[in-house]
């Protein structure tokens, strides 16, 4: 009997590394159909799940829609490398008994580190400063310390309290939204949670940590970004469609805000014609806050584990569909 297969789409990952290693020794064939490899071939990603006839999948941000799901009646179980899976159709793959999960808190300490990085280039103009200078300038601008301004916190999850730590670490006052604050939390850090509108008016950074749904696309619109402070700053390594990015270049165009920093966008790459390209205040990285080799290990491993816990008969950590099982039972 040949081999169940497990197709692996995350950009990162390489034949023989340590989840390749890992999932070979718990009996599985591993396929790579990468996006460098699909752009090769000439395949798309419905194509390469069908010729692999693929069990399970190790999944990167391509978009999972239920045609790439429907390719290979064999699926059970869609693995995404990190904590985001709003690129996976979850209902289409729960009317079908696929499993899907994250890994969430994999990267929590890179994404925080990022938002620190970002924090500091926006207050002290750091890349601008350095664009000035390869060009041959020698400008000398005041920026602004961090301790001491007020750093807004929307969504206390696992990277949210990392983010605020971090804040308070370096002499921040931080406040946070979040309805499901941990009273834990707030008895150890004395972070209070706020409403959404008491965040915006009070914080001199807004940084936002919560996951795109029906709830939270486009939160950050016009009317919130009014009630932002006058040259405050806005972070993103969220989802790019939590934040309107046209009212966002009103708001900047307008100058009612300072800057913003985005790790993500509505649209990845970033769109050559897009407003937000104008502006020196606006810091855009290429989705690469959770981009570092340790968070990736334990991203992709994780994943890795879980595709072998489905594939195994056991239940996999961080499922986000648990409904998944009686499904396919139904399937079946």
Known sequence: MPATRVLVTTAYLEPGGEVDRLLREAGLHTVFARPADRRATGRSLAAAVAEAGAAGIVA???????????????????????????????????????????????????VAEHVLGLMVSCARGIPQNVADVRAGGWSQPSGRELAGATLGVVGLGSIGR???????????????????????FHAETGVAALSLEEVLGEADFVTLHLALDDSTRH?????????????AYLINTARGG????????????????????????????????????????????????????????????????QVIDVLSGRDPAHVVNPEWAAARAEVR
């Open 60 to 110: 990167g941000t391509d978009p999972f829609p239920a045609a790439v799901l429907d390719a290979s009646p064999a699926l059970r179980v869609v693995a995404r490398c990190g904590a985001g899976y709003d690129n996976v159709d979850v209902a289409a793959a729960t009317h079908r008994g696929v499993a899907v999960t994250h890994t969430p808190g994999a990267n929590r300490r890179s």
């Open 162 to 184: 990392t983010v605020a730590r971090l804040g308070l670490a370096i002499g921040m006052r931080v406040v946070g939204h979040d309805p499901r604050l941990d009273p834990a």
């Open 219 to 231: 939160l950050v619109d016009a009317a919130a970004l009014r009630r932002m402070r006058p040259g």
């Open 242 to 305: 939590i934040v309107d990015e046209e009212a966002l270049a009103d708001a900047i165009a307008e100058g009612r805000l300072a800057g913003a920093a985005l790790d993500v966008t509505e649209q990845e790459p970033l769109p050559a014609d897009s407003r937000l390209r104008a502006f020196g205040g606006v810091l855009v990285t290429g989705h690469i806050a959770g981009a570092t080799a340790q968070a990736r290990s334990r991203s992709s491993l994780a994943a890795a584990r």
